[in-house]
């Protein structure tokens, strides 16, 4: 136990750049998700083909060969930031193929009607789906949006492989010193559990209060 | 913990990829440091009388089962690699798990798996592995944990920049810098106590690590001289400078309390240290790169925690 209290600050580190991976890279994650979803369900099929393209791409490839090509493969075609930046953006990239996934099932959700019924009124594409479309299907998604935060924040620990110390790489590195393997981990794993417990709690909350009366 | 190692996996492969993407200049240098080896050393080996296999022991099972099985790694040059031609795990830390295992049971039959510095001791006190030969520094805290038998082997650490980088000398320069070094490496601790004021940023393996230093990303990388030594042949483009600041005793990883196997395992290094085993095996991994004769072995119990 004391090999985890004696390192609290290296611990308390590695925790806040967790958090900043997690909270940078999920609000990047949902401007690309909103932005393929859109161009995924678009009357435009070169819009589509991208949208499906950017999807298969980024969800069959693993994170972390993903991670290992930004931040050893981009210098070398002299694309160069630092590592964290390098870490948020990919996994942004990565976790926007999941949110537009779940988006796009939400706007599958909602029923062709409302759709018919904007364009009735004389919404354009852009205005049906802001107005009328996204709204109904973003309310139907908080529960797997939720899931897809709570993924994203255990992802994060993959930046530990391409340098970035936040949380499991701090553990790692207390666990060098202390050779203390399972307070130690279990210590990361309860703050890990702490953050994705606040997720669930958050998005029950959100959908309870957002839920669409049908 | 299934994920870690899940991560190094997916590392390892994507980073043979990437080596194999970015190696077109040096063709002509092999994948695996290390001149190729007939295996005579290890037939050179000496094999255990029959009655120092005492009945119920450790050294007994692992007889009957007919192999020994080596927490050890995969992917580090000249220690424990796994050459991607023929399959073979080769390098010093192998070979000694050979020689061991032909020891014990008459045949160098190793079953090798791959621990990682965050496993080792879970690995052992749960019996996964007989033994681990992986580097392991003997230091008091992993004592409490494990037995350690040797030491077998003294290394240190040094540090390599980009050529022509000036005003690195010594671990005191690094100060105010960005240094690299292996994850999980004794490294880590040795910049934090010599140079505080260093940022470090580590990577998984040594390959990544040179990639990363050639990218700058950051000044200087630490790590075992013979691990730089060897990164240095093979890559023009960075040097070694200063001798080793510290040194580290490896010594081989058995599970804590089992006093009879530490005693046969230690009698064994100073067998094959008397017989010039060991030294023909440094000499056939480390000694490639290394210039000069074998080192004279470390005392074997001459570490506190050994």
Known sequence: ?214 | MVSIRRVAAVAAVSMVGLSAACSGTDSTSSAVPGQPKDNSVIAQAPVAAAADILPGSTMEKIKQRGELIVGGSLDAPLLSQQNPTTGEIEGFDADMGKALAKYIIGQPKVKIVNAASETREALLSNGTVDVVFQTYTITPERAEQVAFAGPYYSSGLTIAVKKGTTGIAKPEDLNGKTVIAGANTPAIPAIKQLAPQATIVTFGSDPECVQALKQDRGVAYVQDETLLVADAQKDPSIQVVGSPFTTDPYGIGLKHGDDQFKKFVNDWLTKIQGQGVWQQIWKGSLGTVVQGEAPTPPQIGSVPGS
Do not use: K
């Open chain 1, 1 to 214: 136990m004391s090999a985890l209290l004696d390192h609290l600050p290296e611990f308390w580190q590695g925790l806040i750049v967790t958090l900043q991976l997690t909270a940078a890279s999920f609000a990047g994650a949902a401007v690309m998700g909103l932005v393929i979803a859109a161009m995924r369900v678009s009357p435009v099929p070169v819009l589509r083909g991208i949208g499906t393209a950017y999807v298969e791409t980024l969800q069959n490839l693993p994170l972390l060969v993903l991670l290992v090509l930004a931040v050893f493969g981009l210098p070398e075609i002299g694309l160069q930031a630092g590592l964290q930046v390098t870490a948020t953006v990919v996994i942004a990239l990565y976790e926007g193929a999941y949110i537009a996934e779940a988006l796009r099932s939400g706007v599958n959700a909602v029923s062709s009607g409302q759709g018919e019924a904007a364009r009735a009124l004389g919404l354009n594409f852009t205005q049906s789906l802001r107005h009328v479309v996204l709204p109904q299907a973003l309310r139907t998604v908080i529960q797997p949006i939720g899931n897809i935060f709570i993924a994203l924040t255990m992802n994060t620990s993959l930046a530990a492989a391409v340098g970035v110390v936040e949380l499991t790489a701090a553990a790692n590195r207390v666990n060098l010193l202390e050779a203390q393997p399972i307070p130690i981990f279990v210590g990361a794993g309860v703050a890990y559990a702490v953050i994705a417990a606040c997720a669930g709690f958050v998005t029950g909350r959100l959908e309870r209060r957002l839920a669409v009366v049908r």
